[in-house]
Nanobody, 114 residues
């Protein structure tokens, strides 16, 4: 089993930055790590993912503003979010995928408001 704990959410103004962290109990057999988000009344959507530690994918809405990274020594994945917009407001979830199972964190609230 992979336990995931997110941190770093909060309330910021448009244009500001936040960094989310996702600490995993292990990276053993984890193929990909990803960040998803879910806004009120909307479906959960993929924000960014890192596959096998090298391949990076981003949602079009966050390209150029968000950066996903991974620190293997700390078993932690980060999501650096710059130039935040009101529409980035959501609960952000960390995801770890093994070949036969996907694990989720508890979520971190990010609110962008003036």
């Amino acid at each position: 089993q992979v336990q995931l704990v997110e941190s770093g959410g909060g309330l910021v103004q448009p244009g500001e930055s936040l960094r989310l962290s996702c600490a995993a109990s292990t990276f053993y057999s984890v193929i990909s790590m990803a960040w998803y988000r879910q806004a009120p009344g909307k479906e959960r959507e993929l924000v960014a993912e890192i596959i096998r530690g090298t391949t990076l994918n981003y949602a079009d809405s966050v390209k150029g503003r968000f950066t996903i990274s991974r620190d293997n020594a700390k078993n932690t994945v980060y999501l650096q979010m710059n130039s935040l917009k009101v529409e980035d407001t959501a609960v952000y979830y960390c995801d770890a995928s093994r070949p036969t199972h996907t694990y989720w964190g508890q979520g971190a609230q990010v609110t962008v408001s003036s």
